[in-house]
């Protein structure tokens, strides 16, 4: 089913959509996925169509976008291009991460940016949404090169960010060198010391504890929820994981934790399967301090660990599914194997991670299925959490922040399945309950202020 079978006008918007923003088909198909779930809503809530709620929310408040000109460690002029969408302010100040990497493209950043604006909403807290990148690609780049070019991106980019306006965060290619040189050259540029300006900084200059693990520890939160719903838990499944960033890692531990065994993660060169469970500490060296590939976490490790070159992990039986990597990475053809596995739950660590067809396909399965915006808010929770200790100039103890993490995912969860069902839907319609209660919030804030 799409909006357009249920409701013309919203047939007419996305079409709206996808002229206005021609070649930008992640935008189109975040949009549309949105759409597909609000006429139940819309139905009992005319004044947000008569207010054009859903036209001016499709439609980012503002897009910047310029060069970037660096000088690489041979003398050479290079030349990328950066841009910024601060899609909608309506609960707070612009709040979404920085992505570095050659694929970054103006829709890419429009598809993040409207889902971080529901994504933002879903936590309840003070945070409009937004996000940005460049065209750039950190990989095999010295320290210096990475310096030079973040501080000519951000001697751009300082004029439109502010604690209270807009506040970028890291994300795939930015960590916290990334953050430390955009913030020394925001600093010097602008003669404050505002440490809000930016989250995903260093502990040691205002940075939040847990923040690098809190995408990867609240994924594996919210499928704590999921399962303990319906009467289940973690304890002794088995899960598979897309990716061997950060969130993946993290989730990794996390699970392990929580006493599951992780017996398959993947990377750019394949994935590797360990049916005794993957070592977070062997892992995280290999993917995280050392820059390693899974070739070489299966050739350190002990046991039966395999790598198996260039392929998905999804033909790997288990009972979670986590893809934790990149957009529209898991399809129809991979769902089909999960549902064939007998999976239990499939949870979104990345955005978008996974196709229309690979969602339509878990759902014909009885596959419980939890969507970006809901299951991997994780991050920017802390990212909140980072601002609020900026702002009061303190600083928690990485257990206070996890136990406000968990318990801010927890909340997240029941609202999501609250909100579904009181539209008419199943509880375990996590994608319908997180699309609604998302827009729910945004679009309450937007109407109370008027047309702004």
């Given at each position: 089913?799409?909006a357009?079978?249920?409701?013309p006008?919203?047939?007419a918007?996305?079409e709206?959509?996808k002229?206005?923003n021609p070649?930008?088909?992640?935008f189109?198909?975040?949009?549309?996925?949105?759409?597909?779930?609000?006429p139940?809503?819309?139905?009992?809530?005319?004044e947000f169509s008569?207010?054009?709620?859903?036209?001016?929310l499709?439609?980012?408040?503002r897009?910047?976008?310029?060069?970037?000109?660096?000088?690489d460690?041979?003398?050479?002029v290079?030349?990328?291009?950066?841009?910024?969408v601060?899609?909608?302010?309506?609960?707070?100040?612009?709040?979404g991460?920085?992505?570095?990497?050659?694929?970054?493209?103006?829709g890419?950043?429009?598809?993040?940016?409207f889902?971080q604006?529901?994504?933002?909403?879903?936590?309840?807290?003070?945070?409009?949404?937004g996000?940005g990148?460049?065209d750039?690609?950190?990989?095999?780049?010295?320290d210096?090169?990475v310096?030079?070019?973040?501080q000519?991106?951000?001697?751009?980019?300082?004029r439109?960010?502010?604690?209270?306006?807009?506040?970028?965060?890291?994300?795939?290619?930015?960590?916290?060198?990334?953050?430390?040189y955009?913030f020394?050259?925001?600093?010097?540029?602008?003669?404050t010391?505002?440490a809000?300006v930016?989250?995903?900084?260093?502990?040691?200059?205002?940075?939040?504890?847990?923040r690098?693990e809190?995408?990867?520890?609240?994924l594996?939160y919210?499928?704590?929820?999921?399962?303990?719903?319906?009467g289940?838990?973690?304890?002794?499944?088995d899960?598979v994981?897309?990716?061997?960033?950060?969130?993946a890692v993290?989730?990794?531990e996390q699970?392990?934790k929580l006493?599951a065994t992780?017996?398959?993660?993947?990377?750019?060169?394949?994935?590797v399967?360990?049916?005794?469970?993957?070592?977070?500490d062997?892992l995280?060296?290999?993917?995280l301090d050392?820059?390693g590939s899974l070739?070489?976490y299966?050739?350190?490790?002990?046991g039966?660990a395999?790598?198996h070159a260039?392929?998905?992990p999804?033909s790997?039986?288990?009972?979670?599914a986590l893809?934790?990597?990149?957009q529209?990475?898991?399809?129809?053809?991979?769902?089909?194997?999960i549902?064939?596995?007998?999976?239990?739950?499939?949870?979104?660590?990345a955005?978008?991670?996974?196709?229309?067809?690979?969602?339509r396909v878990l759902?014909?399965?009885?596959v419980?299925?939890?969507p970006?915006?809901a299951?991997?808010?994780g991050?920017?929770?802390v990212?909140?959490?980072?601002?609020?200790?900026n702002?009061?100039?303190?600083?928690w103890?990485?257990?206070?922040?996890?136990?406000?993490?968990?318990?801010r995912m927890?909340k997240?969860?029941?609202?999501?399945r609250?909100?579904?069902?009181?539209?008419?839907?199943?509880?375990?319609d996590y994608?319908?309950g997180?699309?609604?209660?998302?827009?729910?919030?945004?679009?309450?804030a937007m109407?109370?202020?008027g047309?702004v």
């Amino acid at each position: 089913m799409n909006a357009a079978a249920t409701h013309p006008d919203l047939e007419a918007l996305l079409e709206q959509v996808k002229e206005r923003n021609p070649c930008e088909p992640d935008f189109h198909q975040a949009v549309a996925g949105v759409l597909d779930s609000l006429p139940p809503f819309l139905k009992l809530n005319p004044e947000f169509s008569e207010a054009r709620i859903l036209e001016r929310l499709v439609e980012p408040e503002r897009q910047i976008i310029f060069r970037v000109p660096w000088v690489d460690d041979e003398g050479i002029v290079q030349v990328q291009r950066a841009m910024r969408v601060e899609f909608n302010s309506a609960l707070g100040p612009y709040k979404g991460g920085l992505r570095f990497s050659p694929s970054v493209s103006l829709g890419t950043v429009k598809f993040l940016g409207f889902e971080q604006t529901l994504k933002n909403a879903l936590t309840g807290l003070a945070l409009g949404g937004g996000k940005g990148g460049a065209d750039f690609n950190p990989k095999g780049r010295s320290d210096g090169e990475v310096m030079r070019f973040c501080q000519s991106l951000m001697s751009e980019l300082y004029r439109h960010i502010g604690p209270d306006t807009d506040v970028p965060a890291g994300d795939a290619g930015v960590s916290e060198r990334e953050i430390g040189y955009l913030f020394g050259q925001y600093r010097r540029l602008t003669g404050t010391y505002a440490a809000g300006v930016l989250s995903g900084k260093s502990t040691d200059w205002g940075g939040a504890l847990v923040r690098d693990e809190a995408t990867g520890y609240g994924l594996i939160y919210f499928v704590r929820e999921m399962l303990a719903a319906e009467g289940s838990d973690l304890d002794g499944l088995d899960v598979v994981i897309s990716g061997a960033g950060s969130v993946a890692v993290y989730a990794v531990e996390q699970a392990n934790k929580l006493g599951a065994t992780v017996v398959a993660c993947s990377d750019s060169s394949g994935y590797v399967h360990d049916p005794a469970g993957i070592d977070f500490d062997l892992l995280k060296r290999v993917k995280l301090d050392e820059g390693g590939s899974l070739a070489d976490y299966a050739s350190e490790r002990d046991g039966d660990a395999t790598h198996h070159a260039d392929e998905k992990p999804w033909s790997v039986k288990c009972d979670v599914a986590l893809p934790c990597a990149t957009q529209n990475e898991l399809d129809e053809e991979d769902a089909r194997a999960i549902v064939d596995g007998g999976a239990l739950v499939v949870a979104e660590g990345a955005n978008m991670p996974c196709t229309p067809e690979a969602v339509r396909v878990l759902n014909d399965g009885n596959v419980l299925f939890a969507p970006g915006k809901a299951s991997n808010a994780g991050g920017v929770v802390v990212s909140a959490y980072e601002m609020e200790q900026n702002a009061t100039k303190n600083s928690w103890s990485a257990q206070t922040t996890d136990d406000r993490l968990w318990e801010r995912m927890r909340k997240i969860h029941d609202e999501v399945r609250e909100t579904a069902a009181e539209f008419g839907k199943s509880q375990t319609d996590y994608s319908a309950g997180a699309n609604v209660a998302g827009f729910r919030r945004v679009a309450a804030a937007m109407l109370a202020q008027g047309v702004v």
